[in-house]
């Protein structure tokens, strides 16, 4: 997901005069400790292979009719006994007209948003639940499931990270539980329906027109989407590095964006080379990658295989190839390997925002990376990355990418890069925690990355922040220096890290030195033919750091 806090703000003030909701990362934040356990133990005891989605929309109502088919199998080994019930998310603003279990009517109560069947045939592993309900799905979060409006157009689309999945069909919203998926959009027939997964089949029926999509690899309940409006659309040919497979780039657009899109999005074929060359081919590769522009006002959300971009910023002006590659970088990081929890967001959305800046030196270099992840420093970042208050703020954007900038730096390149494809080929298509890419990275580079995991993601809440001053001490023609790095840390006992330090020298030369820091005072002393002029610590910005003289 891209948030763009200032950028919407502006839009809103300036150009359209839409309902402000301006502080919806504030909301967000309380919301998601509220149901922070909306996934129970029941529901972890059952796992869902299949989901066959019937969607039929009823813009002028703004409704949704609904059948939906799921394949779970129960997890013998946890919670399921004889008078167990299943359990599944489902907002109880939704009427459901019937619930069956392998066929059989089934009785069922609601209460919370949840679903709790009541199981005729114990002894069956395999279940196929089938729910046939209608109604008007409730809003909530960042938006939640929308019949739309612009320019006279209807629009209809999703946004339902982290857990609105289930305002508008019954699922499993734990992210981990990943299943294939077929989903039916019927609208009326001049709409274009868009979804997850391959196109298999178009229908028509009276004025009414079903696209029917299906997945090869599984997907989470939250990436699930709809997209129904009178789009336009354009494609690219994607040729995987292998140059086994020949996949579509599709672009929905609106017909007024048409000239605009093909300006703003000509660079997925470079974003989706570039990123499959960093991280692996690009994993659903067997599927396609798209964009379809939605009416989501804060940016855009990597719905797999079809992400969400904001009708807002088709601008014809290319202002955000750093959100069209973040997004793709989702799929990566995200979709083909989910977060565990959302305690694991870091995973997604820290991973997404450094493949902008790894973009921007794969093309245009060191300067490119670097002056990237300067825009991403911040001397206000707070809580932890792991377990975040807020799933979506700065710190787990602009903090996370600055992380695993410092892990490169930490472990090198070459064991960096290793570690990023060789955690994508072991989690793809599942999900993964951030112990389990520590682990990787820690065989790769045979270091114990535990002190670094702990200051940066588990329980440091801080930047660096050091004092620094030197003295030299001229001796038989040469000079004694000895240099001072003073931690002063607010609430976390003592950062380690590597130093480098930039000596300048009078003579006009200048040589890097690296120190490794693990106290709060340190004392380094060396000594140099030359006289010392001044000191740079961390010339080259490698840590999320900040740092005074005392000279
Ligand atoms: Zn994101």
């Given at each position: 997901m891209t948030f763009y806090r200032k950028f919407s703000f502006f839009i809103i003030v300036t150009v359209i005069f839409t309902v402000a909701v301006y502080p919806q990362s504030f909301q967000k934040n309380k919301e998601y400790n509220d149901k922070k356990?909306?996934?129970s133990q029941q529901q972890k005891a059952l796992d869902i292979l299949h989901y066959d989605l019937s969607i039929d929309l009823n813009v002028d109502k703004k409704v949704v009719n609904g059948v939906a088919i799921l394949i779970a199998v129960k997890d013998q080994s946890n919670y399921f006994n004889s008078d167990s019930e299943i359990e599944l998310n489902f907002y109880d603003n939704m009427k459901i007209h019937y619930v069956k279990i392998n066929s059989k009517p089934a009785e069922y109560s609601r209460r919370k948003n949840r679903i709790f069947i009541k199981e005729t045939e114990v002894s069956l592993d395999t279940l196929k639940i089938e729910i046939e309900y209608s109604g008007a799905p409730q809003r909530g979060g960042f938006d939640g499931f929308v019949f739309g409006w612009v320019k006279g157009n209807s629009l209809v689309y999703n946004i339902?990270?982290?857990?609105?999945?289930?305002?508008?069909f019954p699922c499993d919203e734990d992210p981990s539980d990943k299943a294939l998926l077929d989903i039916k959009i019927t609208n009326d027939s001049q709409f274009v329906s868009v979804s997850n997964g391959n196109l298999i089949e178009t229908k028509n029926s009276g004025n009414k027109k079903t696209y029917h999509y299906k997945t090869v690899y599984p997907i989470s309940p939250y990436l699930i989407a709809v997209y129904s409006a009178p789009y336009k659309n354009f494609t690219d040919s994607y040729v995987s590095l292998d140059e086994k497979d020949t996949m579509q780039i599709y672009y929905y657009v609106l017909p007024e964006h048409f000239d605009n899109a093909k300006i703003d999005f000509a660079g997925h074929l470079d974003y989706m080379k570039t990123l499959s060359e960093l991280f692996g081919e690009y994993p659903f590769i067997k599927e396609k990658y798209g964009i379809a522009e939605f009416l989501w006002n804060y940016g855009a959300m990597e719905n797999q295989t079809i992400t969400g971009f904001g009708y807002n910023f088709v601008s014809g002006n290319n202002f955000f190839e750093d959100t069209y590659v973040h997004e793709l970088a989702h799929h990566w990081?995200?979709?083909?390997?989910?977060?565990?929890?959302?305690?694991?967001i870091w995973l997604s959305e820290g991973f997404a925002a450094y493949s902008e800046a790894l973009y921007a030196e794969a093309k245009n270099g060191k300067e490119a990376l670097k002056s990237k992840m300067l825009s991403k420093f911040s001397s206000n970042f707070n809580g932890t990355l792991y377990a975040p208050k807020d799933l979506f703020s700065e710190t787990i954007y602009d903090k996370g990418a600055w992380v695993l900038h410092m892990l490169r730096n930490e472990i090198g390149d070459t064991d960096f890069f290793e570690a990023l494809k060789s955690y994508h080929n072991i989690y793809k298509y599942s999900n993964a925690s951030i112990d389990d890419f520590k682990t990787i990275c820690e065989n790769i580079s045979r270091k114990d990355l535990t002190k670094f995991f702990d200051q940066w993601i588990y329980n440091g809440k801080e930047n660096i922040y050091f004092i620094y001053s030197f003295e030299a001490e001229s001796n038989e023609g040469m000079e004694e220096v000895t240099l001072y790095i003073d931690q002063k840390t607010r609430d976390y006992p003592e950062f380690h890290f590597n130093l480098d330090v930039e000596i300048f020298y009078k003579d006009g030369t200048s040589e890097t030195k690296s120190f490794f820091i693990n106290k709060i005072k340190n004392k380094f002393n060396f000594t140099t033919g030359r006289k010392v002029e001044a000191i740079l610590p961390d010339p080259e910005s490698k840590l999320l750091a900040e740092f005074d003289s005392e000279y």
């Open positions: 356990y909306f996934v339902s990270e982290p857990d609105l999945a289930s305002t508008f990081w995200g979709n083909s390997v989910g977060p565990k929890t959302w305690n694991d």
